[in-house]
């Protein structure tokens, strides 16, 4: 079997995602996999956060005769174990963290009135059942 570790196209129409997977050669781009070994999205506005791979397996899978893709080849160069742009990536990853908790949750405004409403009824409640 000649197993080639390309992309299988995932997503909806205008919003494309990738999964890295090892795959056997005569399968449809879209078909069965032998295992995932990663994601790309290219809709991340960091860039070298787009890649996230598992370089211990793609490792492995390229040890035992795993033919890479010319896409997945340059990102394995990039974001792989002992990649050009590893440390790139782990900075960007980091900053899109810092954004993710920066930004209020949609529905915390909602949650939190609830919350300080049921608090207000608690005390109220509690007292008038003790006497």
């Given at each position: 079997m000649a197993v080639r570790i390309r992309m299988k196209k995932m997503g909806r129409k205008h919003r494309p995602f990738y999964r890295?997977?090892?795959?056997?050669?005569?399968?449809?781009?879209?078909g069965r996999v032998l295992e995932e070994l990663g994601t790309y999205d290219p809709l991340?506005?960091?860039?070298?956060?787009?890649?996230?791979l598992k370089g211990e397996r793609i490792s492995y899978w390229l040890?035992?005769?795993?033919?890479?893709?010319?896409?997945v080849?340059?990102?394995i160069k990039k974001y792989g174990l002992g990649g050009t742009h590893v440390?790139?990536?782990?900075?960007?990853?980091?900053r899109l963290a810092q954004v993710r908790h920066?930004?209020?949750?949609l529905r915390a405004p909602k949650a939190?009135?609830?919350?300080?409403?049921?608090?207000?009824?608690?005390?109220?409640?509690?007292?008038?059942?003790?006497?």
């Open positions: 890295i997977c090892a795959m056997d050669s005569r399968r449809p781009r879209d991340v506005p960091e860039t070298d956060a787009r890649a996230l040890s035992v005769g795993a033919q890479p893709s010319d896409k080849k340059v990102l440390e790139a990536q782990r900075a960007a990853i980091d920066r930004r209020p949750p939190a009135a609830t919350e300080t409403a049921a608090a207000a009824e608690s005390p109220v409640s509690a007292d008038s059942a003790g006497e």
